[in-house]
T-cell receptor, first 114, second 116 residues
Framework: AQSVSQHNHHVILSEAASLELGCNYSYGGTVNLFWYVQYPGQHLQLLLK??????LVKGIKGFEAEFIKSKFSFNLRKPSVQWSDTAEYFC????????????FGQGTELSVKP | EPEVTQTPSHQVTQMGQEVILRCVPISNHLYFYWYRQILGQKVEFLVS????????KSEIFDDQFSVERPDGSNFTLKIRSTKLEDSAMYFC??????????????FGPGTRLTVL
């Protein structure tokens, strides 16, 4: 069965620090990869997605993620975080041959200290 | 920007009661989904729906659950006889297409269901 693993449950950073959140998935076939963010009191919003092509994808608010197929990874990065990035971040996978179902990781809570 | 909306935001019910959670997907979307997140756990897929029928469902989606698109705008999740373990945040999502570059799923704000 497919699964998604996010390495960090809670990350605490100071403003301007660099961020990298890990995401690994287990599935041997072609996948579509997503990072969603949930700001406090708000709904899940798409940060970025990978379907094909350039494995380095850029999303909103300065976030980017790199798909490394050999490592089954899709880590999220941001060079300099802001207090407003405080949120929960979810990695999700959709297998191309399994309809639209998204398999989510457990989420990483990011707290950015001003 | 169009949004997925859900009502109510919070539903409290007694064990054994029926609940209906409502969602209004984005108007030109064709694929609809329900997910749930039990407190402290992962967001889990429940069911997908297309062309007025279930496309896929998880093992969680047993006979107690049903989905319906009663009119051109609403998409509902019914739990016939709620159990304590049904307490969770329920998210509705919709997408324009099933797969491909435009298949981003847009999520609603969720309904928190509390079963007492």
């Amino acid at each position: 069965a497919q699964s998604v693993s996010q390495h960090n449950h809670h990350v605490i950073l100071s403003e301007a620090a660099s961020l990298e959140l890990g995401c690994n998935y287990s599935y041997g076939g072609t996948v579509n990869l997503f990072w969603y963010v949930q700001y406090p009191g708000q709904h899940l919003q798409l940060l970025l997605k990978y379907f094909s092509g350039d494995p380095l994808v850029k999303g909103i608010k300065g976030f980017e993620a790199e798909f490394i197929k050999s490592k089954f990874s899709f880590n999220l990065r941001k060079p300099s975080v802001q207090w407003s990035d405080t949120a929960e971040y979810f990695c999700a996978v959709n297998a191309n041959n399994q309809g639209g179902k998204l398999i989510f990781g457990q989420g990483t809570e990011l707290s950015v200290k001003p | 920007e169009p949004e997925v909306t859900q009502t109510p935001s919070h539903q409290v019910t007694q064990m054994g009661q029926e609940v209906i959670l409502r969602c209004v997907p984005i108007s030109n979307h064709l694929y609809f989904y329900w997910y749930r997140q039990i407190l402290g756990q992962k967001v889990e897929f429940l069911v997908s729906f297309y062309n007025n029928e279930i496309s896929e469902k998880s093992e969680i989606f047993d006979d107690q659950f049903s989905v319906e698109r009663p009119d051109g705008s609403n998409f509902t999740l019914k739990i016939r006889s709620t159990k304590l373990e049904d307490s969770a945040m329920y998210f509705c999502a919709s997408s324009e297409r099933l797969a491909g570059p435009t298949d981003t799923q847009y999520f609603g704000p969720g309904t928190r269901l509390t079963v007492l």
